[in-house]
């Protein structure tokens, strides 16, 4: 379930990245500043958190029925489809092994956000090198031809 919550980080992230490679900014850009922002990243969690939410409300139980029809017979774990509540939603699903699960889901969440402004910042420090770097290769393979 932990690499699930990583998709919507990983969405935001990069939609927020987007406009900071289209431009030459500064290390101090707004994109930075904004993933180091709490009031920006209880927002993003505010968000997330209610993506998450409609995606735990999504029943799971008949589609678990109809898996465990197309399976061939021996083909399935100890674990078959059949213990699973025709009723059941994702949410109690992921809930059945950990029951702070929704507690659990936000607080990653917010490690999340602000895990995005760290590296935000310590990637725009390393702009500079990289965009050197990137010049460098882009004169030595000019050498060549």
Do not use: C, W, Y
């Not at 702070?100 to 725009?124: C, L, P, Q, Y």
């Amino acid at each position: 379930m932990r690499h699930f919550l990583a998709l919507p980080l990983l969405a935001v992230s990069l939609s927020l990245a987007a406009p900071a490679f289209a431009q030459d900014q500064p290390p101090e850009s707004e994109m930075i500043e904004k993933l180091n922002d709490p009031a920006f990243q209880d927002g993003m969690v505010a968000m997330m958190s209610g993506f998450m939410t409609a995606m735990m409300d999504l029943p799971i139980g008949q589609f678990a029925a109809a898996v465990e029809k197309a399976v061939p017979e021996g083909m399935d774990d100890e674990e078959t489809f059949s213990r699973i509540d025709p009723d059941a939603t994702l949410g109690d699903m992921a809930a059945r092994d950990n029951p702070n699960f929704n507690a659990d889901m936000e607080n990653n969440m917010r490690k999340g956000t602000a895990m995005m402004g760290i590296m935000a910042s310590e990637f725009g420090a390393m702009l500079p090198q990289l965009k050197a770097m990137g010049e460098k290769m882009k004169r030595r393979m000019g050498e060549l031809e």
